[in-house]
C-alpha cells in the first residue's frame, strides 16, 4: 500500500499573491497529476507529469505553474492567487495509467 | 469530443432502498471507465473500474455497474444502501493523451441517506 500527502490541508491567502501547494506519494508510481474541484463542478485538470522533471498542460493550466522536482513529489503555484476564490486542490498518482490515487486534498481561500 | 455526463445532481433515497447513479459518457473506441466516491472533506477513492471484458463490475461495500455500450451508459448500483454511503459519487473516463492518461469526469452526483 501507499498513501498520498497534501499540505498544507487550508491555504487562506490574500489576492495577488503567489501561493504553494505540495504533493508527496510514496506508491513509487511514474505519474502525478492535479485538479481543481469547485463546488458542484467535475475534477478539472489543471497539470500532469508522466516522469520526474516532465510537465504537461491539462485544460486549466492558465494562472497555475507546477514543478516535479523528484518522482516522488509534486508542486503546485497559484501564479496570483483570485480574491474570493475558493476551491479544493486535489493531487493524484498512477501506475498503470487508469486508476488513480488521490490525496485529501487542499482547501484554497482568498480573501 | 470526450465527456461523461452524469444527469442528477442529487439523489435521495432511504437507508436500506435500492440506488441507481447514472452515467453517459461519449467516447470514441472502447472506453476504461470508473467510479469514483468522495466521503466529506476526503479525497477520492475508487468504488469500481471497468476494462473491455464483463459488463457487470463488482465494486468494494456491494457497489456494482453495468457497461452497455448500445446505450453509452455506466450506471452504478446498490441493492440496500447504508447511511455511511453518504457521499459525492464521480463517474470517469480514461483518455489517451502525450503518452499517458487523463480521467475525465462527470460533475458528480450527491447521494443523501434519509433514515
Known amino acids: 500500500g501507499g498513501i498520498i500527502t497534501q499540505t498544507p490541508k487550508f491555504l487562506i491567502g490574500q489576492e495577488g499573491q503567489k501561493l504553494t501547494l505540495k504533493c508527496q506519494q510514496n506508491?513509487?508510481?511514474?505519474?502525478m497529476y492535479w485538479y481543481r474541484q469547485d463546488s458542484g463542478k467535475g475534477l478539472r485538470l489543471i497539470y500532469y507529469?508522466?516522469?520526474?522533471?516532465?510537465?504537461q498542460k491539462g485544460d486549466l493550466s492558465e494562472g497555475y505553474d507546477a514543478s516535479r522536482e523528484k518522482k516522488s513529489s509534486f508542486s503546485l503555484t497559484v501564479t496570483s492567487a483570485q480574491k474570493n476564490e475558493m476551491a479544493v486542490f486535489l493531487c493524484?498518482?498512477?501506475?498503470?495509467?487508469?486508476?488513480?490515487?488521490f490525496g485529501p486534498g487542499t482547501r484554497l481561500t482568498v480573501l | 469530443a470526450q465527456s461523461v455526463t452524469q444527469p442528477d445532481a442529487r439523489v435521495t433515497v432511504s437507508e436500506g432502498a435500492s440506488l441507481q447513479l447514472r452515467c453517459k459518457y461519449s467516447?470514441?473506441?472502447?472506453?476504461?471507465l470508473f467510479w469514483y466516491v468522495q466521503y466529506p472533506r476526503q479525497g477520492l477513492q475508487l468504488l469500481l473500474k471497468?476494462?473491455?471484458?464483463?459488463?457487470v463490475v463488482q465494486g468494494v461495500n456491494g457497489f456494482e455497474a453495468e457497461f452497455s455500450k448500445s446505450n453509452s451508459s455506466f450506471h452504478l448500483r446498490k441493492a440496500s444502501v447504508h447511511w455511511s454511503d453518504w457521499a459525492v459519487y464521480f463517474c470517469?473516463?480514461?483518455?489517451?493523451?502525450?503518452?499517458?492518461?487523463?480521467?475525465?469526469f462527470g460533475s458528480g452526483t450527491q447521494l443523501t441517506v434519509m433514515p
Open positions: 493524484a498518482s498512477t501506475r498503470d495509467n487508469y486508476e488513480q490515487y
Open positions: 506508491f513509487n508510481h511514474d505519474t
Open positions: 507529469s508522466i516522469t520526474e522533471n516532465d510537465l
Open positions: 467516447y470514441f473506441g472502447t472506453p476504461y
Open positions: 471497468y476494462y473491455p471484458g464483463d459488463p
Open positions: 470517469a473516463v480514461s483518455l489517451a493523451s502525450s503518452g499517458s492518461w487523463q480521467l475525465i
